[in-house]
């Protein structure tokens, strides 16, 4: 795996010429033809350090304030704005995991201001971690990025929080309302919101503070949907979300700030799911005293200086805790139903310096050089349950779900930039090591087949990886690019999920210790002009490891076994007149792996079926109205190939409004314009038989108040 950039350059015309299909025309939804803005001057951080859409070999797509507020009706999630907006990325599922929501086929890394969210035990709640109305805008990178280590083999997401404008006081309020179309007040979801803020010499602050009630859900028909025992309901739950942000001036140049975050989303239902006469029904009556959650809680301490000799230094420090509960689902042998607890306690430190470097005739470049430390402490409890009917009791007895891991990850990186005449060149290296501490645990794989509880030896298992990006940029005027780039991520294996069914007897060390790298290649085009926006990405991404489950031996293995992953995206927007836009986004994928010498199509669970967006803006001055359709198209490659389930496609249509009142503003919505009844992605590719609907007509209305 260790290959050179240009040798793996070379092969990328070809490979992308391959996967090419007739062209779907498409665009980054906008709120109006003056919500965009030029290539030169649209900064994304998510790069490690400050550079403009232009200057990226890549697919770069920024999400701001007015969208996000836009596509947010009450209890929506931002799963659900991303799984719209973003051509590349699966649809939302629904629920309280991102489960199967995978970024061109493969993991995503998700970061709230700049801070992994990530775990090498994926509970998949990553975009079920904040409030979209605590968010001030979303940077997505597509395709494998190695800047910020081992999740990133499919892209970037990069949510960045709301904070304090300068302002010297500023207040903003939001209370909103959903219903289901039967509107029965037991579908009503309820919203509030509330933030502070306020500059006082060097020191600023920021503080807000978001509350959802979701009860429940109904579908077309009318009726009331079943809870997700497996991942988790967005139904009966309640939510906030807490934020501050305090930042303090020591000088011109040097600044340290603190950011806090308390979240958490509880079910508290009395439904649950039964198939009853073939049909997947909402009964009532559960009895269960600990239902599945989401709690994170986390620390950022930074400090910037903009002048260290010439250069600017950014140091930064985090602490961060995940906590997910699980419902006690299905029954595992003699281990009988438990439920399942994970939790992450996370701190890391790390440092980037970016320095200017020497020109070169008329060249101009700029390094960005440093080093990253995380630590990881993982674990998984199991309760057992005695069901009795709709009843749930613990019995006592608690399983370990894996054993304890230890994680420390060291890291080195530089990345160097260059713009010559009409060209941007930018290249980097990363230098990974990772040692996973596995302690001994009780052996639960030989608990639920045997009944037996033995000690399955610990031990250290290494990784490491060494990952390249190479790209260029040309500038063919100040309105449109074209690029190419090479780069490489990775995953790790979920060891915990590896151990989970083995024996006592089992060598950990016999599991593949290799991280799974992914080949990622771009060949793209990007236009801006005062009328329209658009943009075309070929992409095929590669892996040599997969992830297998060995039913013999009842263990997750990796095994040699190639992968690949070839799409399209494209994006455009075009301003009718100065009232009307019209755009859309476009984009299609086909994901295999080699299988007994011949290439088989990958499930839906990784790839998703091709998605178009559409969409029709009318904007006056006090008000803006939006008209949408996104279709998924049906998806039988993988069911072909005994490799998956085959997909129905759907088309859903949404209409969004907004009105300036004299005080304040008003928002509503109605999702699922035609009342369409039908079983989302996720579930057709997940769910067990039988198949849940999804949401039917929902209606949405908001007023909020800056002031």
């Given at each position: 795996?260790?290959?050179?950039?240009?040798?793996?350059?070379?092969?990328?015309?070809?490979?992308?010429?391959?996967?090419?299909?007739?062209?779907?025309?498409?665009?980054?939804?906008?709120?109006?033809?003056?919500?965009?803005?030029?290539?030169?001057?649209?900064?994304?951080?998510?790069?490690?350090?400050?550079?403009?859409?232009?200057?990226?070999?890549?697919?770069?797509?920024?999400?701001?304030?007015?969208?996000?507020?836009?596509?947010?009706?009450?209890?929506?999630?931002?799963?659900?704005?991303?799984?719209?907006?973003?051509?590349?990325?699966?649809?939302?599922?629904?629920?309280?995991?991102?489960?199967?929501?995978?970024?061109?086929?493969?993991?995503?890394?998700?970061?709230?201001?700049?801070?992994?969210?990530?775990?090498?035990?994926?509970?998949?709640?990553?975009?079920?971690?904040?409030?979209?109305?605590?968010?001030?805008?979303?940077?997505?990178?597509?395709?494998?990025?190695s800047l910020y280590g081992a999740g990133a083999s499919?892209?970037?997401?990069?949510?960045?929080?709301?904070?304090?404008?300068?302002?010297?006081?500023?207040?903003?309020?939001?209370?909103?309302?959903?219903?289901?179309?039967?509107?029965?007040?037991?579908?009503?979801?309820?919203?509030?919101?509330?933030?502070?803020?306020?500059?006082?010499?060097?020191?600023?602050?920021?503080?807000?503070?978001?509350?959802?009630?979701?009860?429940?859900?109904?579908?077309?028909?009318?009726?009331?949907?079943?809870?997700?025992?497996?991942?988790?309901?967005?139904?009966?739950?309640?939510?906030?979300?807490?934020?501050?942000?305090?930042?303090?001036?020591?000088?011109?140049?040097?600044?340290?700030?603190?950011?806090?975050?308390?979240?958490?989303?509880?079910?508290?239902?009395?439904?649950?799911?039964?198939?009853?006469?073939?049909?997947?029904?909402?009964?009532?009556?559960?009895?269960?005293?600990?239902?599945?959650?989401?709690?994170?809680?986390?620390?950022?301490?930074?400090?910037?200086?903009?002048?260290?000799?010439?250069?600017?230094?950014?140091?930064?420090?985090?602490?961060?805790?995940?906590?997910?509960?699980?419902?006690?689902?299905?029954?595992?042998?003699?281990?009988?139903?438990?439920?399942?607890?994970?939790?992450?306690?996370?701190?890391?430190?790390?440092?980037?310096?970016?320095?200017?470097?020497?020109?070169?005739?008329?060249?101009?470049?700029?390094?960005?050089?440093?080093?990253?430390?995380?630590?990881?402490?993982?674990?998984?409890?199991?309760?057992?349950?005695?069901?009795?009917?709709?009843?749930?009791?613990?019995t006592g007895e608690t399983f370990e779900l894996g054993?304890?891991?230890?994680?420390?990850?060291?890291?080195?990186?530089?990345?160097?930039?260059?713009?010559?005449?009409?060209?941007?060149?930018?290249?980097?290296?990363?230098?990974?090591?990772?040692?996973?501490?596995?302690?001994?645990?009780?052996?639960?794989?030989?608990?639920?087949?045997?009944?037996?509880?033995?000690?399955?030896?610990g031990g250290t298992l290494k990784y490491a990886a060494?990952?390249?990006?190479?790209?260029?940029?040309?500038?063919?005027?100040?309105?449109?690019?074209?690029?190419?780039?090479?780069?490489?991520?990775?995953?790790?294996?979920?060891?915990?999920?590896?151990?989970?069914?083995?024996?006592?007897?089992?060598?950990?060390?016999?599991?593949?210790?290799?991280?799974?790298?992914?080949?990622?290649?771009?060949?793209?085009?990007?236009?801006?002009?005062?009328?329209?926006?658009?943009?075309?990405?070929?992409?095929?991404?590669?892996?040599?490891?997969?992830?297998?489950?060995?039913?013999?031996?009842?263990?997750?293995?990796?095994?040699?076994?190639?992968?690949?992953?070839?799409?399209?995206?494209?994006?455009?927007?075009?301003?009718?007149?100065?009232?009307?836009?019209?755009?859309?986004?476009?984009?299609?994928?086909?994901?295999?792996?080699?299988?007994?010498?011949?290439?088989?199509?990958?499930?839906?669970?990784?790839?998703?079926?091709?998605?178009?967006?559409?969409?029709?803006?009318?904007?006056?001055?006090?008000?803006?109205?939006?008209?949408?359709?996104?279709?998924?198209?049906?998806?039988?490659?993988?069911?072909?190939?005994?490799?998956?389930?085959?997909?129905?496609?759907?088309?859903?249509?949404?209409?969004?409004?907004?009105?300036?009142?004299?005080?304040?503003?008003?928002?509503?919505?109605?999702?699922?314009?035609?009342?369409?009844?039908?079983?989302?992605?996720?579930?057709?590719?997940?769910?067990?038989?039988?198949?849940?609907?999804?949401?039917?007509?929902?209606?949405?209305?908001?007023?909020?108040?800056?002031?």
């Open positions: 795996m260790n290959r050179t950039p240009l040798s793996l350059l070379i092969p990328l015309l070809g490979s992308l010429g391959a996967a090419a299909t007739p062209l779907a025309m498409a665009a980054e939804a906008v709120v109006s033809s003056s919500a965009a803005v030029q290539l030169a001057n649209s900064v994304v951080t998510a790069t490690r350090s400050q550079a403009s859409i232009a200057s990226i070999p890549g697919s770069v797509q920024v999400i701001d304030a007015a969208q996000i507020r836009q596509q947010s009706g009450a209890g929506r999630k931002v799963a659900d704005i991303l799984g719209t907006l973003v051509p590349g990325l699966a649809p939302a599922t629904g629920g309280m995991s991102n489960f199967s929501q995978s970024l061109r086929g493969r993991n995503m890394l998700v970061l709230i201001d700049g801070v992994s969210q990530n775990a090498s035990r994926d509970n998949y709640r990553q975009l079920n971690s904040i409030a979209p109305a605590s968010i001030e805008r979303i940077e997505v990178i597509s395709g494998a990025s499919g892209g970037i997401i990069n949510i960045i929080t709301k904070r304090n404008q300068g302002e010297a006081l500023a207040l903003s309020s939001r209370v909103g309302l959903s219903s289901g179309n039967n509107l029965n007040p037991k579908g009503f979801a309820y919203e509030l919101f509330q933030s502070a803020g306020a500059r006082q010499g060097p020191l600023d602050w920021y503080l807000s503070a978001d509350w959802t009630q979701r009860n429940d859900q109904f579908d077309a028909n009318g009726k009331r949907i079943p809870q997700d025992t497996s991942q988790g309901s967005a139904m009966d739950t309640e939510t906030y979300d807490l934020h501050g942000r305090f930042g303090y001036a020591l000088d011109a140049d040097k600044r340290l700030s603190l950011a806090l975050q308390d979240y958490r989303d509880e079910q508290d239902s009395g439904y649950t799911q039964r198939a009853i006469d073939g049909q997947a029904v909402a009964v009532q009556g559960l009895d269960l005293e600990d239902q599945p959650y989401t709690h994170n809680q986390a620390v950022n301490l930074n400090y910037s200086d903009s002048d260290l000799l010439g250069q600017s230094l950014l140091l930064e420090s985090y602490w961060r805790r995940a906590d997910a509960l699980f419902f006690p689902d299905r029954p595992r042998g003699l281990a009988g139903v438990s439920d399942n607890n994970s939790q992450q306690d996370v701190y890391g430190l790390r440092a980037a310096v970016e320095s200017a470097l020497p020109m070169i005739g008329a060249a101009r470049g700029s390094l960005v050089w440093g080093a990253d430390y995380e630590h990881e402490r993982t674990r998984q409890r199991g309760d057992r349950y005695a069901i009795n009917g709709l009843v749930y009791r613990k054993p304890d891991i230890e994680t420390a990850t060291r890291a080195l990186f530089a990345q160097m930039s260059w713009d010559i005449a009409d060209w941007t060149l930018r290249g980097g290296v990363r230098r990974q090591w990772i040692d996973s501490e596995v302690q001994d645990s009780i052996a639960y794989g030989e608990i639920w087949q045997t009944g037996n509880r033995a000690t399955l030896p060494t990952l390249y990006n190479l790209g260029a940029v040309y500038h063919l005027d100040d309105n449109q690019d074209l690029f190419v780039n090479f780069s490489q991520g990775f995953s790790l294996p979920d060891i915990q999920r590896f151990l989970r069914d083995v024996d006592s007897h089992f060598d950990i060390h016999t599991l593949n210790a290799q991280a799974i790298e992914v080949d990622s290649y771009e060949l793209g085009w990007r236009g801006n002009w005062s009328r329209w926006q658009a943009d075309v990405t070929l992409y095929e991404n590669r892996s040599d490891v997969t992830q297998f489950y060995d039913a013999s031996a009842r263990v997750l293995r990796l095994i040699d076994q190639k992968e690949r992953v070839r799409g399209l995206e494209s994006r455009l927007s075009y301003d009718l007149s100065e009232r009307w836009t019209v755009g859309g986004s476009y984009a299609w994928t086909k994901g295999e792996t080699r299988q007994d010498g011949q290439w088989i199509d990958l499930p839906a669970t990784r790839v998703a079926p091709a998605k178009t967006l559409l969409f029709l803006g009318y904007q006056r001055e006090r008000y803006n109205l939006r008209l949408q359709a996104v279709q998924l198209a049906d998806y039988d490659a993988a069911a072909k190939d005994a490799n998956g389930r085959q997909i129905d496609g759907y088309s859903l249509v949404d209409l969004l409004g907004e009105v300036e009142l004299p005080t304040g503003r008003l928002q509503g919505g109605i999702y699922n314009l035609s009342n369409r009844h039908y079983q989302n992605l996720f579930t057709q590719a997940n769910a067990r038989a039988p198949l849940p609907s999804a949401e039917g007509r929902t209606l949405s209305l908001a007023y909020s108040l800056d002031w």
